[in-house]
């Protein structure tokens, strides 16, 4: 039942706070939140979760369930896991405030609160709890703990996580777990102020166990909306031997390896197992609500985020002022006609896309630096978690066209980035660099937004970081292997024993950017120089194969050779996360050059649909997500682009858990959804154009924003049935199955008519 009717979740949502109701009835004309359900990704290792934030929000209140031996085989401590929630687990040990969604390696999962009631138990394996009766939707979370009779529901503001707990009569009891997280990372203090505050920090970091020497805070404060009548907290100590064991039996008993617990302290504590708890007896029935503020800066931050947020604000008024602000962002895209199904997987897509990058800075503009975490200040929003080799690909394209006010904000937080640590980032994550997967992302993302004429940042500064990253040969955290890439054109089997040929096929992607911009800038020199680099893959093609295929440091091919090994994830090594097959057409900025290395139109697209039948298209990771869009430079084949897309959003997006078709990496798989849906799709990063195939919907209307595109919408509209037979951009008809972003703002729509 918890995958029924997301419409008959959001009634049920505004039946419980009659506020949301009177606010969706009188001032919001249709609710696009009912479209939305965040159990999709929870399943198929879509490392979505479905506990509620709010758009681009820091605090994400999420069901814990990956702990524990109930929850194996998904189980955190079992196996790489990097999500605090799987769909098939069952059983529960809390709800953690500050979560990752999308991504593919473990972080945060932290601060974990959990009521229960009955006698005091800090042990989460014993305070667990199965759980039933879930509800998810846009900002809103509930469920109830089987073990307690205990009903939880959560939402959240920006940097604020909030719960409202039903205790039934009783004893109860609400815990604060420091020690529980998705790493192995630790180490936390907390302090309790007051029967109604708790403060402290949390450490976090070591992202795909690596870097652990970067290691961070993450600052708290807690607050109750009924005091305790007690409250202490609990330390569990190390299994000490020898002499210390004897002091530990005789100085105030034997704790050793066991919990310690100390009811009424205050001062603080600090520690690995450590957390507190807020104990109750209530005479009936009885609902508490309890506030986490977060920040990255400082404990008072944290407190003053709570403050200026949420203040006297209710649960029922938060949630509403949240749930509006999802559905402002989510009706800047209007879809009509098309199943409802469709427009559950479009505006699940959308949603998910508006998560990450989320904010760093304070309610105050504070943020802390790049490495060293000095205390500085922005005028506007520092985003964070930039997983740029997944998403400079289409969500920051999809970020350009419908809000371009946060894509000018992410380049300039790209631009800080660079100014604090003298690199764009690569895969950054509260400013801190893990340096995961390969390439030089973050120019590609840069170029693109400016040659979409959103220039309201540093153009100067930014190529001067761009041409940096592409020529610094020593050094150089963005392009290891570049002196071997300008001495041969490509990066040997020598240079690295992983992903010679993508990592090359990566630093082609962002020569090619950086010549773009160079002609755009007027640097003639530098626009003939990155252009011919960007062509350098070229060296790799085995015309024998028609596949690329790694070289060794004299020029010969590796030998042997099998182009599927890589398939899976499997390491070799000649691509990173993919094989020859899944690569080789990854050339989207030399498609025609490319089609005539292989033998021309017919070898290539011979080629490419050997890709799909022999079973190597793997929808699941980026490098071959735009493939179905290459046939549309075939003169004649262009069916096939909207034959496959179509096939490939029936099996894999789906209105179930299993809705997408593995790790949704900060929204990628989620942006490709939505622009294949629309009907067009961004083929070229650093060149706006998009292709075009056959739209799920009969309209679908983007509301630009006029200060960028001088413009208030766009209109995309399907006429017919079967195959796409023409195309109208305004009252010019397109001769070819592709156009540019300039000329699909600056038209009032684009018709796309089919076969009837």
């Not at 089987?146 to 959560?154: L, N, Q």
């Not at 305790?228 to 031997?241: C, D, L, N, P, R």
């Not at 520690?271 to 005479?283: E, H, V």
């Not at 897309?645 to 949704?664: A, F, I, S």
């Amino acid at each position: 039942m918890k995958l029924s009717l997301n419409y008959l979740w959001m009634m049920l949502v505004l039946a419980f706070y009659p506020e949301t109701q009177i606010q969706a009835q009188s001032t919001i004309e249709k609710d696009y939140t009912q479209y939305v359900n965040p159990f999709i990704g929870t399943s198929n290792f879509g490392t979505t979760n479905p506990g509620p934030i709010a758009v681009r929000g820091m605090a994400n209140v999420s069901p814990f369930n990956v702990a524990g031996l109930n929850n194996l085989p998904l189980e955190k401590d079992s196996r790489w896991l990097s999500t605090p929630y799987v769909h098939e687990n069952k059983f529960l040990t809390g709800y953690s405030h500050a979560n990752l969604s999308g991504v593919g390696c473990p972080e945060l999962g932290v601060i974990l609160a959990m009521p229960t009631t009955g006698a005091l138990e800090t042990d989460y394996l014993k305070y667990g709890s199965t759980y039933s009766e879930e509800v998810s939707s846009a900002g809103y979370y509930s469920n109830r703990l089987d073990k307690y009779d205990i009903k939880v529901e959560a939402t959240a503001s920006t940097r604020v996580g909030l719960s409202k707990y039903s205790f039934p009569k009783g004893r109860a009891n609400i815990l604060l777990n420091m020690g529980l997280g998705l790493t192995n990372e630790q180490g936390a203090s907390l302090r309790i102020v007051s029967p109604t505050e708790i403060e402290g920090v949390r450490t976090v970091g070591s992202f795909c166990y690596y870097k652990p020497e970067e290691a961070y805070p993450l600052y708290f404060v807690a607050q109750f909306s009924e005091p305790a009548t007690a409250y202490g907290i609990w330390k569990k100590s190390s299994k000490m031997e020898g002499i210390e064991t004897q002091w530990m039996q005789s100085h105030g008993g034997s704790y050793n390896g066991k919990t310690l617990l100390k009811e009424g302290f205050r001062q603080e504590v600090v520690g690995d197992s450590i957390g507190a708890y807020m104990r109750y007896n209530f005479d009936e029935p009885t609902n508490v609500e309890m506030r986490i503020g977060l920040s990255y800066v400082s404990i008072a931050n944290a407190r003053e985020n709570l403050e200026k947020e949420v203040g006297n604000n209710t649960f029922s008024s938060v949630l509403t002022k949240t749930r509006k602000n999802w559905n402002t962002h989510l009706s800047k895209i209007e879809v009509e006609g098309g199943s409802e199904e469709d427009k559950i997987k479009f505006y699940t897509a959308l949603y998910h896309t508006l998560i990450h990058p989320s904010t760093l800075n304070d309610f105050n503009g504070e943020y802390p630096k790049m490495g060293t975490r000095e205390t500085l200040k922005t005028d506007g929003t520092r985003y964070t978690v930039f997983s740029l080799w997944d998403t400079y690909r289409n969500l920051h394209q999809l970020m350009s066209l419908v809000y371009p006010e946060q894509q000018s904000n992410m380049i300039n937080s790209m631009l800080r980035i660079y100014d604090e640590s003298g690199w764009l980032p690569k895969w950054e994550l509260n400013a801190t660099e893990t340096t995961t997967m390969v390439g030089d992302p973050a120019g590609i993302i840069i170029a693109d937004t400016y040659l979409k004429g959103i220039q309201d940042f540093d153009i100067a500064l930014a190529y001067k970081a761009m041409v940096k990253s592409a020529d610094q040969l020593k050094d150089n955290p963005l392009r290891p292997g570049l002196e071997d890439y300008l001495k041969y054109g490509y990066l040997t089997t020598t240079t690295t024993n992983s992903g010679s040929v993508s990592t090359t096929q990566e630093y082609n992607i962002s020569d090619y950017a950086i010549a773009q911009l160079a002609k755009e800038l007027g640097k003639k020199e530098d626009y003939k120089r990155f252009s011919q680099r960007s062509r350098s893959y070229r060296k790799l093609l085995d015309k024998n194969l028609n596949l690329l295929r790694p070289k060794n440091e004299d020029g010969s091919w590796l030998s042997p050779y099998d182009p599927t090994n890589g398939a899976n994830f499997i390491k070799n090594v000649g691509f990173i996360e993919g094989n020859a097959w899944q690569y080789t057409f990854m050339a989207p900025h030399d498609i025609p050059g490319l089609m005539k290395l292989m033998g021309g139109k017919r070898r290539f697209s011979q080629q490419l649909e050997k890709v799909f039948s022999s079973g190597q298209f793997d929808m699941a990771n980026e490098p071959d997500i735009m493939y179905p869009y290459l046939f549309n430079y075939v003169g004649g084949e262009e069916f096939k682009t909207q034959e496959k897309v179509k096939e490939l959003l029936k099996q894999h997006y789906k209105n179930k858990p299993e809705g997408l078709p593995g790790n949704d990496d900060t929204g990628t798989m989620s942006a490709w959804a939505v622009f294949s849906l629309m009907g067009i799709y961004p083929i070229n990063p650093a060149n706006p154009i998009y292709a075009i195939t056959t739209p799920s919907f009969d309209k679908t209307t983007i509301h630009l924003n006029e200060k960028y595109y001088g413009k208030d919408k766009i209109e995309i509209i399907k006429i017919g049935r079967g195959k796409i037979s023409k195309l109208q951009s305004g009252t010019k008809t397109l001769n070819k199955f592709f156009i540019s972003h300039e000329n699909l703002v600056n038209n009032k729509s684009l018709k796309i008519y089919l076969e009837h």
